[in-house]
Each structure stands twice: as structure tokens, then as C-alpha cells.
């Protein structure tokens, strides 16, 4: 119990709300390249628990609205649909309903039935990869493995709609550029019967598999009043038990046609988020069941002239992840004057650092990975120990191992 | 429903002095000058009950820089609108009253270089690399090229 003198304590910059010294420093992150999307975090401990999080992002900041003013109308769709490798049909389909509000035009209704059933399908994927992910953060490596197996039978129908698995282009100014196949109603109901059952699976391993309940049962509590607080959005806001959904607060494509069943939780603990996302697979497969079989017959698109009147507009939508806003401003131009984009990462960011504080080292990877975040770079995390002096750098592959090793002992590797 | 919320805009509206368009279904633009700026938005979540930030937008006017605040609440989104002079680029923070602007306030500031003031971490970066050049212009601003930031960028790297 030596009394280290306290001026060889660096002091470390803040953010001017609390002081901290580097032994309590944990920098967290940035990157990871064969990860989605880096993100840095300070974490500020005091023994094992987390007091403070201060974020720094932007390492794969690409400048898309600064090149969207440089583009055509019709080239920033499919720019912005590259925005994402995973809902890369919801930044089109915001896109596209913002322009297409300046605009005069009606998207013909079999056009909104086909894009609900896409943006449902994506949801589904997004969802399921986000289950599988945290399966493998958490330790249960086998619900990884099943629930991609099972993932692939939902991109094969994307695949089979669209032509392309991931970035869809199926997306164009008022309407869609594919019709659906001739003869696919049966091959996608059969399927969602497949993935429904599939997830009510998932649903009944989560509520009784002691690894995922260890590691998720009441862990980083959210209250309704943060989240309202810090305006976070989609299974975020609704874990907590707020009905909060645009689907059926401002419904767009064709949510307003077909039968809605959104799902609220109480908890506001990790297992909440998953309990809701699996059910929300279910009332995804049962929406494009229904919309499958009542798809309306007609047109799937209207030819416009490429340039927009003046004007601007907004439009947002309920990506897998939560709001997904887009803001246009034409000048009447062939380009746009400033698109603005809001990822649904970005807004339940500071969500995440309400989550973290007071959680363990050990629940870190769990944690982030529960706001469903682009995001997993676990990689070049390091530590730093004064009093010993000692100093460690741990791969994400450690981190992991970690954090099953500090809730499971009697797994733990030799 | 929706047209009792449009009067309801509008009497908080003409009490801070702004002006009121609604362009498109469900969109509404309100102008508030920067002084009435904090008031209205306290206005909007205690009277109105429109909480939930969505975003901030900066946008490059010419002689000024366009700050919007776009909230939503159930079919409506309410735009509200505020300028300040790119010769002194300096705004109030909402962050007190709208907690979420936290980081929406940062990247305004990365973006167009408009400090908000009240906002606790302002003063560090969210998006822009640390290495950025502190005479480069920000970067959505139209005087700024894209070709220019890549050749300064890429001497910051080489420097190191």
C-alpha cells in the first residue's frame, strides 16, 4: 500500500465533467478491417465498473452527403444505398421517399406492397444477424452457426426478387426497378413459415439457455425516461415498453394497408432487446405472408424527368436498427443542394453510454453489441495498470474469451 | 388531429416571433432567430409535447450557415430553422433541454465549423481525423474541394 505522489498521476484530458487519472483510463477500439464499422471508446473505470464513456467516431466517415452535391438525383440513390452493408434497402427507400416529396408523382400501390416486403425481408436478416452476433459475443457459439445457416434462406429470396443479396438496387424514384417473379408466392410463404418457426426456436433456447441468461438477464437496465431522453430509436425505445415505431406512428409504403403488430417489452435489459428482436422476425414473416397473398396488380413504377423542383423535405423510416432520417434540399438543380443522413447507430449512441455505466469490463462486448451498432471492432484494446505499471494490450478474441471466462469459470480455456 | 397541431405550432410560433410554412403534408418549417431558439424548443417539448430530436442539419447559405432541428412526433415533423453568419459562427446548445443533441451538435461543429456553446464536449472531435489542418475549411461548406482536403490529408499521413 505504497502512496504513490499524485503529481506523477498524468492527468488526462476530460471532457470537462469529471477529472480522471490514466489508470483508470480503458481506450476502447478503433478499428477492425474485416469488422463493419470502427468506433473508439474511452472508458473510464473505477475498479471494474465503468463510470464514464466518451465516444470518438467518424473512422470510416467516407464524405457521402459532401459527394452526393456532385452527383445526379438518380446516381446519390444508389450512392446512399451503400451507406450500409446490412440495410441498404432502408437508406435508398428514405432517400427516395424524400425526393420523392418534392415531387408531384404517387408511388403506384403494388410499388409500396413490393417495397414493404423487401424492407420486412431485411429486417428479418439484419435481426437474425444481430441474434447470431450475439450468440458468439456471449459465448454460444453454436446459435451463431445455426441462426447464419438459417439467414441464408432469407437472402436467397432477396436474392431471387432482387438479383443481388446485399445491395439491392431494387429501389427508383417513385416505384421499384424489378417486378416480382412470376410464381413466387407459394416459395415465399412456405419459406417465412420456415423462418417463423425458426425464430420461435430461438426464442424458446433463449429462455431457458443458461449461457445466454447468465450474460444478458438483467444487464445494462434501461429506463423510459433516458431513452426518451436522449431521443433513441427503434428495439432501444421499444424495450423499454414505449410504443414508439414509425411503422405505425407515421406509416409509409403500404404499413398502412396491411395488419401491424408491433411488439413492446418492460425490461429494458439486454435479454428484452432479444426476446423483441425474435419476435419481431415473426410478425416480419407474418407481414410479408399477408402482403404476399393481398399484392394489388398494376404498374410497379412512373418514368419522372431527372430534375427535381425546388424545394426540401424530409422522410424517415424504421430500419431494422430504428429511425433512419433523410433530409433533401434541391435548388432545381440535376444535383442535389445538401442531403443530410441520420443513421440509427448515431442516435442510440449516447444511449449506449447511458448503458455502460456501471457495467463490468466483462460486459462490454455484450453491451455494445445490444444497440445492434455497424459495429464490432473488439481489436487494439488496451490496458493500462499504474500502480504496477503494468501495461497489456488484449485482442477482441481475448476480450471475448474474457468475459465468458468471468461468468463461466469452470469453461475457462487451459 | 393534424390541423389543431398546426395551430398549436403556430400560436408558439408567433410567440417567438417565427415564421411558420408547411410545404409538404406533414412537414413544418418554423424560422426562429437564435435569441428565441432555446425558448421555442422548451416550448415545443413542454407545450407541444415534441420531444424527440431526430437530427441537426447545417447547411451552407452563402453569407450564413442554416442550423435545422428536425423533431417528430407521431405524423409530423417539425423543422425548426435558425441562422448564424459564417463570420462568427457560434450557436446557443440545446443539450440542456434536449439531451440527445449531444452528439448532433459535434457534428455540426466538425462539419461546418459552428461552435455551440453550452456544449460540454464541443471542444473534441467526432467525426473529422485528428490530424485534420486547422486552416482547411470545414469540410460541407461549398468553398470546400474535395481534391484539396484528400493532397492535405495525405501530407498530414506522410508528415507522421
Redesign the interface.
Known amino acids: 500500500m505504497s502512496s504513490e505522489p499524485t503529481e506523477q498521476k498524468r492527468r488526462v484530458e476530460t471532457?470537462?465533467?469529471i477529472e480522471y487519472s490514466a489508470e483508470n483510463l480503458v481506450p476502447f477500439g478503433p478499428i477492425h478491417p474485416a469488422l463493419k464499422e470502427p468506433e473508439y471508446f474511452k472508458l473510464i473505470l473505477e475498479g471494474e465498473r465503468i463510470v464514464e464513456v466518451?465516444?470518438?467516431?467518424?473512422y470510416v466517415?467516407r464524405?457521402l452527403?459532401?459527394?452526393a452535391?456532385?452527383r445526379t438525383w438518380v446516381q446519390s440513390m444508389y450512392m446512399f444505398e451503400r451507406t450500409c452493408g446490412i440495410c441498404s434497402f432502408a437508406h435508398s427507400l428514405a432517400f427516395g421517399q424524400a425526393v420523392e416529396?418534392?415531387t408531384v408523382y404517387e408511388v403506384p400501390r403494388r410499388a409500396r406492397y413490393i417495397r414493404l416486403i423487401i424492407a420486412e425481408m431485411e429486417r428479418i436478416h439484419s435481426h437474425l444477424l444481430w441474434v447470431g452476433l450475439m450468440g458468439h459475443w456471449a459465448g454460444f457459439e453454436t446459435l451463431f452457426m445455426w441462426i447464419w445457416r438459417d439467414r441464408e434462406v432469407v437472402l436467397d429470396l432477396v436474392e431471387a426478387i432482387c438479383g443481388n443479396r446485399i445491395h439491392k438496387s431494387m429501389n427508383t424514384f417513385v416505384g421499384v426497378r424489378r417486378d416480382m417473379p412470376e410464381n413466387m408466392e407459394d416459395r415465399i410463404v412456405e419459406r417465412m413459415k420456415f423462418l417463423a418457426d425458426r425464430a420461435r426456436y430461438y426464442r424458446s433456447v433463449i429462455d431457458t439457455e443458461e449461457t445466454m441468461l447468465e450474460r444478458t438477464e438483467g444487464v445494462a437496465k434501461l429506463r423510459p425516461e433516458t431513452v426518451?431522453?436522449?431521443?433513441?430509436v427503434g428495439p432501444m425505445i421499444r424495450c423499454t415498453g414505449i410504443q414508439?415505431d414509425i411503422r405505425l406512428?407515421?406509416p409509409y409504403a403500404a404499413y398502412d394497408e396491411i395488419p401491424l403488430d408491433i411488439i413492446t417489452r418492460k425490461e429494458g435489459d439486454v435479454l428484452s432487446l432479444l426476446r423483441l428482436r425474435l419476435d419481431e422476425i415473426v410478425v416480419s414473416t407474418n407481414m410479408i405472408t399477408y402482403a404476399v397473398k393481398h399484392l394489388p396488380d398494376g404498374p410497379v413504377r412512373t418514368k419522372i424527368p431527372p430534375v427535381m423542383p425546388v424545394?426540401?423535405?424530409?422522410s424517415?423510416i424504421e430500419a431494422p436498427r430504428g429511425?433512419l432520417?433523410y433530409?433533401v434540399?434541391s435548388t432545381g438543380g440535376r444535383t442535389p443542394d445538401?442531403v443530410?443522413a441520420?443513421t440509427p447507430t448515431?442516435?442510440n449512441?449516447?444511449t449506449a453510454l447511458e448503458m455502460l455505466k456501471g457495467q463490468t469490463i466483462a460486459d462490454v462486448p455484450v453491451v455494445l453489441t445490444a444497440i445492434d451498432p455497424c459495429f464490432g471492432c473488439m481489436d487494439r484494446m488496451s490496458f493500462l495498470e499504474t500502480e504496477t505499471n503494468k501495461q497489456w494490450t488484449w485482442s477482441g478474441e481475448q476480450l471475448r474469451q474474457y468475459g465468458i471466462n468471468y461468468y463461466f469459470p469452470e469453461r475457462a480455456r487451459k | 388531429m393534424s390541423e389543431d397541431f398546426i395551430q398549436q405550432i403556430q400560436r408558439l410560433a408567433t410567440e417567438a416571433n417565427a415564421k411558420l410554412t408547411a410545404?409538404?403534408k406533414?412537414?413544418i418549417?418554423v424560422d426562429v432567430e437564435q435569441n428565441k431558439l432555446r425558448d421555442f424548443v422548451s416550448r415545443l417539448g413542454n407545450d407541444a409535447a415534441i420531444?424527440?430530436?431526430?437530427?441537426i442539419?447545417g447547411?451552407?447559405l452563402g453569407q450564413d450557415i442554416g442550423i435545422?432541428y428536425?423533431f417528430?412526433r407521431?405524423?409530423d415533423?417539425v423543422?425548426v430553422r435558425t441562422t448564424v453568419p459564417k463570420a462568427n459562427p457560434v450557436a446557443v446548445s440545446i443539450v440542456d433541454i434536449?439531451?440527445?443533441?449531444?452528439?448532433?451538435e459535434m457534428?455540426v461543429h466538425?462539419?461546418f465549423g459552428v461552435t455551440f456553446t453550452g456544449n460540454?464536449?464541443i471542444d473534441?472531435?467526432?467525426?473529422?481525423?485528428d490530424t485534420w489542418p486547422q486552416d482547411l475549411p470545414p469540410?460541407?461548406l461549398?468553398t470546400?474541394k474535395?481534391a484539396e482536403i484528400r493532397k492535405r490529408l495525405q501530407l498530414e499521413v506522410e508528415k507522421e
Open positions: 471532457a470537462g465533467l466518451i465516444p470518438r467516431i467518424g466517415h464524405g452527403e459532401k459527394a452535391e456532385a416529396g418534392l426518451e431522453k436522449l431521443s433513441a414508439k406512428n407515421d424545394g426540401e423535405n424530409s424517415h429511425e432520417f433530409y434540399k445538401r443530410k441520420r448515431l442516435a449512441l449516447p | 410545404p409538404h406533414h412537414q418549417f420531444r424527440h430530436l431526430s437530427t442539419s447547411l451552407d435545422i428536425h417528430w407521431e405524423r415533423t423543422h434536449v439531451p440527445g443533441a449531444i452528439l448532433y457534428e466538425d462539419m460540454p464536449w473534441k472531435k467526432l467525426l473529422l481525423p469540410p460541407l461549398k470546400s474535395p
